[in-house]
């Protein structure tokens, strides 16, 4: 009998330490605000309205983050939407399985400096006249200037798989791992031929991504992480001009690689004393 009561509580404690050196456990819950970087594929860019149908190619951009100098947009509570920030919350539908739903506010800039080939028409002769040989330059700004500012918004679910790597005392880390998907609303700024921009959110188009993260367990809640995504962005109807909102549009789509890092909590967890 003493063999037996003792192998009892050998087997009760090694399910018991297994079960504490989870720390994403079956029905927890993270809550997450962090910031991103972004990069951006060159893509052609389709411009369609009432006097107007061309294509500008191989168009180059870039992200645009809050300088660090504007430290107070970052902890302001009036401000933080302001940078290119994330926050998303994850349910536990398994131990170390996660459901994500998630807003990426990124920025998309297109590079004013540059000259692009042209391929299409214009009706209006004033701008008809800044295509030479089958290209525009778009660097004074008079043509075009084009950007998704308020901004390249990321509506996103996703799932993901997490493995501990590392257990210690007062911290854990996991290595995650998954897939997303999700819809594009931007506030798109355009300045298309001098008309007026259309300011805006629109349903633009749609969002495809793999991501995978390094993600610290501090003090059983509090989570430090660092995740990557690479993904493909289909957007079929950015709206560009209020004069007409319903019929000029631009069609795009591109690759984008993101680094997302930031602060999170999780609760209803368990751990390792």
Same mark, same amino acid.
């Given at each position: 009998m003493k063999i037996k009561f003792l192998l009892l509580l050998f $087997? *009760?404690? *090694?399910?018991? $330490?297994?079960?504490q050196r989870e720390a994403f456990k079956k029905g927890s819950v993270m809550v997450f605000w962090g910031w991103n970087r972004g990069w951006f594929s060159d893509s052609d860019i389709h411009f369609y309205g009432? #006097?107007?149908?061309?294509? %500008?190619?191989?168009? =180059?951009?870039? #992200?645009?983050? *809050?300088? %660090? =100098?504007? &430290? =107070?947009h970052y902890i302001n509570p009036t401000k933080?939407?302001?940078?290119? $920030?994330?926050?998303?919350?994850?349910?536990f539908i398994k131990d170390n399985l996660g459901i *994500?739903?998630?807003? @990426?506010?990124?920025? +998309?800039?297109? #590079?004013?400096?540059?000259?692009?080939?042209?391929?299409? +028409?214009?009706n209006n002769p004033q701008y008809a006249a800044m295509v030479n040989n089958g290209k525009i330059d778009l660097s004074d700004g008079k043509f075009l200037k084009y950007e998704h500012t308020n901004g390249l918004n990321y509506l996103n679910l996703g799932i993901q798989q997490y493995k501990q790597i590392l257990n210690k005392k007062n911290f854990d880390i996991f290595w995650g791992y998954g897939l997303g998907t999700g819809v594009f609303v931007p506030k798109t #700024?355009?300045? %298309?031929?001098?008309?007026?921009?259309? @300011?805006?959110?629109? /349903?633009?188009?749609?969002? %495809? @991504?793999?991501?995978?993260?390094?993600?610290?367990?501090?003090?059983n809640h509090i989570v430090a992480k660092a995740e990557f995504k690479y993904g493909y962005i289909? /957007?079929?109807s950015v709206r560009t001009t209020e004069e007409n909102v319903n019929i000029d549009k631009a069609v795009q @789509?591109?690759? &984008?690689?993101? /680094?997302?890092?930031g602060v999170g909590y999780t609760f209803n967890t368990k751990k390792q004393k």
């Open positions: $087997v *009760t404690a *090694t399910m018991s $330490v297994k079960a009432q #006097d107007y149908n061309f294509t %500008l190619n191989n168009v =180059s951009a870039h #992200d645009r983050p *809050t300088p %660090l =100098s504007n &430290f =107070s933080i939407s302001i940078p290119q $920030v994330n926050y998303n919350i994850t349910y *994500t739903f998630g807003v @990426d506010h990124m920025k +998309y800039v297109m #590079d004013q400096n540059q000259t692009v080939e042209f391929n299409g +028409y214009i #700024d355009a300045t %298309l031929m001098g008309k007026a921009e259309s @300011d805006h959110f629109h /349903l633009a188009g749609f969002g %495809l @991504d793999a991501r995978t993260s390094v993600n610290m367990v501090i003090w289909n /957007l079929p @789509d591109f690759t &984008f690689g993101e /680094l997302v890092f």
